[in-house]
């Protein structure tokens, strides 16, 4: 994997979890500003997606299982996607916290995609 686009990935996320939390804090929705903001990382992981399929195409292996591998990239790449439509649906501070919450998660993942890969076994 490259590394430099799992960092640009995590950062990413966390910015736009601590974005959205403080929104929730203010007792916001999420506007249209953090819908650009869950754009670009949702991009940046289906970037990281076909980089990692392209990547196991051309025969490179995860030290660990290509199935896990490719199922945690599947995650990462539908959990700001999957967060961002509820939070449209729950237009309250909720919705705000349910997208800060899935832009953790993802941070969490791209650690996780970091270590399957082999990125800490160097």
């Known amino acids: 994997m490259i590394d430099a686009l799992t960092v640009a990935v995590s950062a990413a996320a966390l910015v736009l979890a601590a974005w959205c939390g403080f929104a929730a804090y203010r007792d916001q929705p999420t506007k ?3 819908v650009i903001g869950m754009v670009v990382v949702s991009l940046l992981a289906l970037a990281q997606l076909v980089v990692g399929v392209v990547r196991l195409a051309q025969g490179e292996q ?3 299982s290509a199935a896990i591998f490719v199922s945690y990239l599947l995650g990462a790449a539908a959990a700001v996607p999957a ?3 509820m939070s449209l ?4 501070r909720w919705g705000s916290v349910t997208v800060a919450a899935g832009a953790l998660v993802l941070a969490v993942l791209e650690v ?3 270590d399957i890969w082999g990125g800490g076994n160097g």
């Open 32 to 34: 249209d500003w953090h």
């Open 62 to 64: 995860p030290h660990d």
């Open 83 to 85: 967060t961002g439509f």
């Open 89 to 92: 649906s729950e237009r309250t």
């Open 112 to 114: 996780r995609l970091y």
